[in-house]
Nanobody
Framework: QVQLVESGGGLVQAGGSLRLSCAAS????????VGWFRQAPGKEREFVAV????????YDADSVKGRFTISRDNAKNTMYLQMNSLKPEDTAVYFC?????????????????WGQGTQVTVSS
């Protein structure tokens, strides 16, 4: 079993930056795909980015590519989401997730483990 804990959320002005962390425990996630999703009030949980065990990365191009960077540190069993040039529309609860089958899915149904989420609020 894997437990995921996000941290690093908060309130930031538009144009600012935040770095989210997702720490895993229970077992190593070095061979898992790990992804970030977000959910704004009244909306579906949506894909942000995923990184596979070998470092291959997919972003949701329309909303975050060029502003967000996903990375992982397998030695620390942790992954990150660096968010720059934040916009009010980035306001959401951000969740990390792990897929033990390393499928690199964009779908929230492609993950086995989820964190509890961290709130990101971007003011205009």
């Amino acid at each position: 079993q894997v437990q995921l804990v996000e941290s690093g959320g908060g309130l930031v002005q538009a144009g600012g930056s935040l770095r989210l962390s997702c720490a895993a425990s229970g077992r190593t996630i070095s061979t898992d795909s790990v992804g970030w999703f977000r959910q704004a009030p009244g909306k579906e949980r949506e894909f942000v980015a995923v990184i596979g065990w070998s470092g291959d990365i997919t972003y949701d191009a329309d909303s975050v590519k060029g502003r967000f960077t996903i990375s992982r540190d397998n030695a620390k069993n942790t992954m990150y989401l660096q968010m720059n040039s934040l916009k009010p529309e980035d306001t959401a609860v951000y969740f990390c997730a792990a897929d033990r089958r390393n499928r690199g899915s964009r779908s929230r149904f492609g993950y086995d483990y989820w964190g509890q989420g961290t709130q990101v609020t971007v003011s205009s």
